[in-house]
């Protein structure tokens, strides 16, 4: 029972590099969230999406893109990194936007 | 003024005693409540939802009040493995397509 699965755990970039991060879920749940953590700070949600073709954006979208062509998988792309990226990145699902969220354990990266 | 609100401490308790944490919400037509765990550099774990009426898990108490909106979450008996960031989480209203965080409050039970 995986639940939410991201890769990497850990990368490091340098300025101007772009990455996909990797989420994918097998608990079927149609919604899916990115949030990063910059350290000693609260969750801030990056991205959504309510299902397969469906996506959002959420409080901090800027330099960030996003797709979910299935739903079990939900990218995160840097295009362009920046020092202010670098952050923990957090994927979830849920079953609904009023259900508890399941979290994966996070990708720890650093923009250099 | 923040739309899930919380002190982040850090509460410095003894081992045993009880601690209790507050959150208030901006939205009076709330629905979920829940509070997370999260320990240093790790995900959030889900601790407890919150129900109307109160729950208690263990040695772990969440309470609603709807009226002056905030819920709460009460630890009896704190352990050292209690040492964490609680997290306060809402869906604030219905158009909201995810839950809310509070920034969280810190516990750090001392020996």
């Known amino acids: 029972n995986a639940g939410v699965t991201q890769t990497p755990k850990f990368r490091i970039l340098k300025i101007g590099q772009s990455m996909t991060l990797q989420c994918t879920q097998d608990m079927n749940h149609n919604y899916m969230y990115w949030y990063r953590q910059d350290p000693g700070m609260g969750l801030k949600l990056i991205y959504y999406s309510v299902g397969a073709g469906i996506t959002d954006k959420g409080e901090v979208p800027n330099g960030y893109n996003v797709s979910r062509s299935t739903t079990e998988d939900f990218p995160l792309r840097l295009e362009l990194a920046a020092p202010s990226q670098t952050s923990v990145y957090f994927c979830?699902?849920?079953?609904?936007?009023?259900?508890?969220?399941?979290f994966g354990d996070g990708t720890r990266l650093s923009i250099l | 003024r923040k739309e899930v609100e919380q002190d982040p401490g850090p509460f410095n308790v003894p081992e045993g005693a009880t601690v209790a944490f507050n959150c208030t919400y901006s939205n009076s037509a709330s629905q979920s409540f829940f509070w997370y765990r999260q320990d240093c550099r790790k995900e959030p774990k889900l601790l407890m939802s919150v129900y109307s009426s109160g729950n208690e898990d263990g040695r772990f108490t969440a309470q609603l009040n709807r009226a002056s909106q905030y819920i709460s979450l009460l630890i009896r008996d704190s352990k050292l493995s209690d040492s964490a960031t609680y997290l306060c989480v809402v869906n604030l209203d219905t158009g909201r397509r995810a839950l809310t965080f509070g920034s969280g409050t810190r516990l750090q039970v001392q020996p």
């Open positions: 979830a699902s849920s079953y609904s936007p009023r259900d508890r969220v399941n």
